[in-house]
Antibody, heavy 117, light 106 residues
Framework: EVQLVETGGGLVQPGRSLKLSCVAS????????MYWIRQAPGKGLEWVSS????????YYPDSVKGRFTISRDNAENTVYLQMNSLRSEDTATYYC??????????WGQGTLVTVSS | DIQMTQSPSLLSASVGDRVTLSCKAS??????LNWYQQKLGEAPKLLIY???SLQTGIPSRFSGSGSGTDYTLTISSLQPEDVATYFC????????FGGGTKLELK
């Protein structure tokens, strides 16, 4: 059974940093791209970052480019999201997701990040 | 960037109704369109992928159709457990979600 478990969320002041982790199990982690997707309270979904199988290629939308960094440790079955220079608009539940050749077939339960002074 | 627009934003329907949700892309996405269901307090769940393929374990009352820029999710006979917010998502160019349609019981 595929499982994705996110940790690392919490309350952080504007301008500070936070690092999220997502531990995967139930599949061959090193064979799949991994993603972070966020959802602001009461709002829609926004793709935040993607990483290829060996970690050599990463992708971001303009809203987080230069501030967020995705990485992975295939030995530990873990994907990370380093978030720097956090803003109030980054407040959201952050989900880790695994695709199945296109769709996001598996999602974690999410971890809430609140950026506030 | 490809923008996804869903309509309506809120839909009220009765149990047993046939329900249709719409999703429009700002440019041709060549059927690279997925639908997700999100119940309150839960993570999204994949329902339909590549426009009309039903994800394993999803009831057959859910179906998808469309092409080009216009796509539809249909629930053939609404059940109480279908109350949720539904999101479309394109993956032709990067990944973009629609704003969602909240489905409630009348």
């Amino acid at each position: 059974e595929v499982q994705l478990v996110e940790t690392g969320g919490g309350l952080v002041q504007p301008g500070r940093s936070l690092k999220l982790s997502c531990v995967a199990s139930g599949f061959t982690f090193s064979s799949y791209w991994m993603y972070w997707i966020r959802q602001a309270p009461g709002k829609g979904l926004e793709w935040v970052s993607s990483i290829n199988t060996d970690g050599g290629s990463t992708y971001y939308p303009d809203s987080v480019k230069g501030r967020f960094t995705i990485s992975r440790d295939n030995a530990e079955n873990t994907v990370y999201l380093q978030m720097n220079s956090l803003r109030s608009e980054d407040t959201a539940t952050y989900y880790c997701a695994k695709d199945e050749g296109g769709p996001f077939a598996y999602w974690g339960q999410g971890t809430l990040v609140t950026v506030s002074s | 960037d490809i923008q996804m627009t869903q309509s309506p934003s809120l839909l009220s329907a009765s149990v047993g109704d046939r329900v249709t949700l719409s999703c429009k892309a700002s440019q041709n996405i060549y059927k690279y369109l997925n639908w997700y269901q999100q119940k309150l307090g839960e993570a999204p769940k994949l329902l339909i992928y590549y426009t009309n393929s039903l994800q394993t374990g999803i009831p057959s009352r859910f179906s998808g159709s469309g092409s080009g820029t216009d796509y539809t999710l249909t629930i053939s006979s609404l059940q109480p457990e279908d109350v949720a917010t539904y999101f479309c998502q394109q993956y032709n160019s990067w990944w973009t979600f629609g704003g969602g349609t909240k489905l409630e019981l009348k």
